[in-house]
């Protein structure tokens, strides 16, 4: 069973240009998430979907983020005209939950800097 | 979610137990404990978690004090490659769906 996987890895793009991340969640898992990481803190939340359907957002996904996941499987997370600011590790999680609670898969990340 | 309370970091020598605590005073009975750890450069990994008995698997244990206030985290015999961040969090059944992380404990391991 093969874990989560992110790609690209690294990104270096300059303030201003539109970037987009894609994550491959573990087979089967209905849950997808999004977080940010920036230098010396925990992991933020930034998104999560159920299948297909985003079902809740963070109020850091400002209106230039954009996160969808087509037919409940892969995810892709757009960030429209970069700032500084929005340097940091992007990590996606699955899960599979149906009640109670669950445990999240992380993948290894993608590490962007916006110059 | 609660709040938890962890050191910002600790130390151990490699091939001794480590005992990490967490402090959640304000949990509440659908709060289960979570534990994940953040090796250096990779995504959080989960470690262990429980609700009220403790908690024993392949990795690590978990002991969770009678009132729920709090509860460790034991490696019990620490390598190298325990080296991380440890993050302690609670997580209510229905409440929020992300992982709130906070800051951790780093855990430094010396040869």
């Known amino acids: 069973d093969t874990g989560v996987s992110q790609n690209p890895r690294h990104k270096i793009t300059k303030r201003g240009q539109n970037v987009t991340f894609r994550c491959d969640p573990i087979?089967?898992?209905?849950?997808l998430y999004w977080y940010r990481q920036t230098l010396g803190q925990g992991p933020e939340f930034l998104t999560y979907?159920?299948?297909?359907?985003?079902?809740?957002k963070s109020r850091l996904l400002s209106d230039r983020f954009s996160a969808e996941r087509p037919k409940g499987s892969f995810s892709t997370l757009e960030i429209q005209r970069t700032e500084q600011g929005d340097s940091a590790m992007y990590l996606c999680a699955s899960s599979y939950r149906t009640g109670g609670t669950d445990t999240q898969y992380f993948g290894p990340g993608t590490r962007l800097t916006v110059l | 979610d609660a709040k938890t309370t962890q050191p910002n970091s600790m130390e151990s020598n490699e091939e001794e137990p480590v005992h990490l605590p967490c402090n959640h005073s304000t949990i509440s009975g659908t709060d289960y404990i979570h534990w994940y750890r953040q090796l250096p450069s990779q995504g959080p990994e989960y470690v262990i978690h429980?609700?009220?008995s403790n908690v024993n698997n392949r990795m690590a244990s978990l002991a969770i004090a009678e009132d729920r206030k709090s509860s460790t985290l034991i490696l019990h015999r620490a390598t190298l490659r325990d080296a991380a961040v440890y993050y302690c969090?609670?997580?209510?059944?229905?409440?929020?769906?992300?992982?709130?992380f906070g800051t951790g404990t780093r855990l430094t391991v010396i040869p």
């Open positions: 429980g609700l009220t």
């Open positions: 969090i609670l997580r209510d059944v229905s409440g929020a769906n992300n992982l709130f």
């Open positions: 979907f159920q299948n297909e359907a985003q079902l809740e």
């Open positions: 087979s089967e898992h209905n849950r």
